[in-house]
């Protein structure tokens, strides 16, 4: 069985730096994609960035340049490194990962970590 679990999350001041980490279980990690997600209160859920089997990455607008996420394969951990936090940045963090090695779309989700910039 697949398990997503998030961590890392928290109250930081607007310009500060925060590292979520994602761990996932239940198969061998490097076959699979890993990518960040967010919800902000009363919006769409978001894209944030995500890691491909072959270590490439892609991210969304609001992630570029201050956003970098890695993948640590021996340990089964996908990282979100936050630098220079805005207040929009304030939302739940989800982790997810595919069904399938050769998929795109993401299916296994972890709870969520709550991430909070204040001004």
């Known amino acids: 069985q697949v398990q997503v679990v998030e961590s890392g999350g928290g109250l930081v001041q607007a310009g500060g730096s925060l590292r979520l980490s994602c761990a996932a279980s239940g198969r061998t990690f490097s076959d699979y994609a890993m990518g960040w997600f967010r919800r902000a209160p009363g919006k769409e859920r978001e894209f944030v960035a995500a890691?491909?089997?072959?270590?490439?990455?892609l991210y969304g607008d609001s992630a570029k340049g201050r956003f970098t996420i890695s993948r640590d394969n021996p340990k089964n951990t996908v990282y979100l490194q936050m630098n220079s936090l805005k207040p929009e940045d304030t939302a739940v963090y989800y982790c997810?990962?595919?069904?399938?090695?050769?998929?795109?779309?993401?299916?296994?989700w972890g709870q969520g970590t709550q991430v909070t910039v204040s001004s």
């Open positions: 997810a990962t595919t069904q399938y090695s050769n998929s795109l779309d993401f299916y296994y």
């Open positions: 890691t491909y089997r072959s270590s490439a990455t």
